[in-house]
């Protein structure tokens, strides 16, 4: 009922920069929370950062200062301005939506599909 379709993620020497977008589409009837999570091979999936419908954001400590999260409500969409990237933040990045759907105003969780982000040494 709800699709998130991610893109630009990509290859990036250490240093750079990367801006990854999310885009909701399909039965909403309101984007509650929205965030971005990663998981590289071996590992778990984890939080990266997260931003409420007012704009109130959270972030994992080592990304702080250097990845922003915002959004277009407008648009549906969610974005992670990456800079300074390490070769740490290699994995694949999803994004996650907490959506309320038109059917029976019920909320879920949603997420995208994933974009791999590499940074080379």
């Known amino acids: 009922q709800v699709q998130l379709v991610e893109s630009g993620g990509g290859l990036v020497q250490a240093g750079g920069s990367l801006k990854l977008s999310c885009a909701a589409s399909g039965s909403i009837f309101r984007i509650n929370d929205m965030g971005w999570y990663r998981q590289a091979p071996g590992n778990q999936r984890e939080l990266v950062a997260t931003i409420t419908a007012n704009g109130i954001t959270n972030y994992k400590e080592t990304v702080k200062g250097r990845f922003t999260i915002s959004r277009d409500n407008a648009k549906n969409t969610v974005y992670l301005q990456m800079n300074s990237l390490k070769p740490e933040d290699t994995a694949v990045y999803y994004c996650?939506?907490?959506?309320?759907?038109?059917?029976?105003?019920?909320?879920?969780?949603?997420w995208g599909q994933g974009t791999q982000v590499i940074v080379s040494s």
């Open positions: 996650n939506a907490e959506v309320t759907i038109r059917t029976g105003y019920i909320r879920q969780v949603y």
